[in-house]
């Protein structure tokens, strides 16, 4: 799961780059220091701010994700032994626990 700490770093590292490339950019074509600067710094805050967002609204679209086979067991309480059987069937069904030929685990 993406938390939103994480949509902030990659966000902000993502336009370090950015910001690297259009301050050389605006200023070959500026040469002004100062021009650069409030043109770099007004993009990123407008680019930053969308990125973020755009992260956002993408991880509440469920297009393109697969459900985890896990995902439908309620894990925030002290799981009972039928809810536990349930987990390990779906474990034997992915092949993450082996049956060998006697029926064992």
């Known amino acids: 799961m993406e938390t939103k700490k994480r949509s902030i ?4 590292t993502w336009r370090v780059t950015g910001i690297v490339i259009l301050l050389l950019i605006a200023y070959l074509i500026t040469g002004n220091m100062k021009e650069t600067g409030i043109i770099t710094v007004i993009f990123h805050i407008i680019m930053v ?9 993408w991880i509440k ?3 393109g994700k697969e ?3 896990l995902a439908d ?3 925030s309480k002290k799981l009972s032994s039928k809810e536990i059987e349930e987990i390990e069937e779906k474990l034997r069904e992915m092949g993450h626990i082996k049956v060998d030929s006697s029926g064992n685990n």
């Open 73 to 75: 067991i309620d894990i």
């Open 49 to 57: 701010t969308l990125y973020y967002l755009h992260e956002r609204i």
């Open 9 to 12: 770093v990659k966000s902000i």
């Open 67 to 69: 459900e985890h086979p």
């Open 61 to 63: 679209i469920n297009w």
